[in-house]
């Protein structure tokens, strides 16, 4: 499943990249224009996901796969999903795909990343990640944590 995640729903794209989903946020385009994002979700099989109605009853006019979403911060919306039964709560984060570009991650070795991370992180760190496409490195610090804490509130809602 690939999804298109219109331009109010940016927070949500990236949880969906860290549950390792492709998704493409509107947020990211060059430009945001209606005609646009429904040729994108259509080129590329995309699911858009949306909060405005009436691009919603327009891909769906379209033959465009379209998902109205509701709730009313992102605990929600991903909960929305997944009873939806359109994602699942996988491991979080995936490490396929970076949340700020969703490029694909990829591991990186210590050496490789010396110099480009704080000292602390560093020396306190074996595993690492970097995007193949932004270049961001990832690890395990303390986001770690509250992403699963995240999670389970999610998951609470369901
Ligand atoms: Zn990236």
Redesign the pocket.
Known sequence: MRFLADAMLGKLAEWLRLLGYDTVSAADLPFVDDDYLLDIAEDEGRVLLTKDKELYQRAKKEGVEAVLVEGKDVEEQLAFLVKKGLIELREVPSLER?P??N?LLRRASKEEVKGQVPVGVYMSHEEFWI?T??G?IYWKGSHWKRMKEFVERVKALI
């Open positions: 970076c700020r570009c490029g995007c496409n932004c961001q």
